[in-house]
């Protein structure tokens, strides 16, 4: 059974960890925070993660350290953040067993992106891994998680309990991004029957799901309605 892709943040700074962690769970990631590597190390103990965010310059054991330490043991994605711009520091960085290198003060979704292309190469070369099951039964879009295998929904982090049909419905509109779907269009495909009449029972299903998504307390929806045609979700 697949999961949702946790990434762990090690960083001692709360505001840059507190930042990072909103645009993550914003992509759909589970996230894990630690303010020292002794701390980072036990939650890489008790919990699968699959991608780790941490900081050289950190009080105690140093960024550098804890990145053998995971070497030793893990070959999951190691980015480092630091404050130190210099060649000589990326070097280091990269030498001690870290994929890639980001420098402080940086854009969020460039390390977003950064964070996608580092699982993207991970899962190329371990078609096996546990982030490639998680990457591929998982659809993630606009702070919305969708777990094939278990049922499992998050919307910006939190999981949110659906019914069969609510989950298909959802289903359906994020795995077809940017495309727009009539309520007879849902209703034959999650019913798997033709429309013979015109009832309103998609829209009292949709109704319940935003309801269940706090989508009215949202200014940018997840699910769009397209006035007069249908509903969709956007990349």
Same mark, same amino acid.
């Given at each position: 059974?697949?999961?949702?892709?946790?990434?762990?943040?090690?960083?001692?700074?709360?505001?840059?960890?507190?930042?990072?962690?909103?645009?993550?769970?914003?992509?759909?990631?589970?996230?894990?925070?630690?303010?020292?590597?002794?701390?980072?190390?036990?939650?890489?103990?008790?919990?699968?993660?699959?991608?780790?965010? #941490?900081?050289?310059?950190?009080?105690?054991?140093?960024? #550098?350290?804890?990145?053998? $330490?995971?070497?030793?043991?893990?070959?999951?994605?190691?980015?480092?953040?630091?404050? $130190?711009?210099?060649?000589?520091?990326?070097?280091?960085?990269?030498?001690?067993?870290?994929?890639?290198?980001?420098?402080?003060?940086?854009?969020?979704?460039?390390?977003?992106?950064?964070?996608?292309?580092?699982?993207?190469?991970?899962?190329?070369?371990?078609?096996?891994?546990?982030?490639?099951?998680?990457?591929?039964?998982?659809?993630?879009?606009?702070?919305?998680?969708?777990?094939?295998?278990?049922?499992?929904?998050?919307?910006?982090?939190?999981?949110?309990?659906?019914?069969?049909?609510?989950?298909?419905?959802?289903?359906?509109?994020?795995?077809?991004?940017?495309?727009?779907?009539?309520?007879?269009?849902?209703?034959?495909?999650?019913?798997?029957?033709?429309?013979?009449?015109?009832?309103?029972?998609?829209?009292?299903?949709?109704?319940?799901?935003?309801?269940?998504?706090?989508?009215?307390?949202?200014?940018?929806?997840?699910?769009?309605?397209?006035?007069?045609?249908?509903?969709?979700?956007?990349?």
């Amino acid at each position: 059974m697949s999961e949702t892709i946790s990434i762990l943040v090690v960083d001692d700074e709360k505001e840059i960890a507190d930042l990072v962690e909103i645009y993550l769970v914003s992509d759909g990631y589970k996230v894990y925070k630690a303010n020292n590597a002794e701390e980072g190390l036990g939650v890489l103990e008790k919990n699968q993660i699959h991608l780790v965010l #941490l900081d050289i310059m950190m009080p105690g054991m140093d960024g #550098l350290q804890m990145c053998k $330490k995971i070497r030793e043991t893990n070959n999951i994605p190691i980015i480092m953040l630091s404050a $130190k711009s210099t060649d000589l520091d990326k070097i280091l960085g990269l030498g001690t067993g870290a994929d890639d290198y980001v420098t402080k003060p940086f854009n969020p979704l460039e390390l977003t992106a950064r964070v996608k292309s580092q699982l993207r190469r991970y899962t190329q070369l371990n078609p096996n891994s546990a982030v490639n099951e998680a990457v591929k039964n998982e659809i993630a879009i606009r702070g919305l998680t969708i777990n094939k295998d278990n049922h499992k929904v998050t919307v910006y982090g939190e999981e949110i309990k659906l019914t069969p049909i609510e989950f298909d419905i959802l289903y359906l509109l994020a795995s077809n991004p940017g495309r727009v779907f009539s309520t007879d269009e849902i209703f034959e495909k999650v019913w798997n029957e033709k429309v013979y009449e015109a009832n309103n029972t998609v829209m009292v299903h949709i109704r319940r799901l935003r309801g269940k998504m706090k989508e009215d307390t949202r200014q940018n929806k997840i699910i769009t309605t397209v006035w007069g045609v249908g509903y969709k979700i956007e990349k």
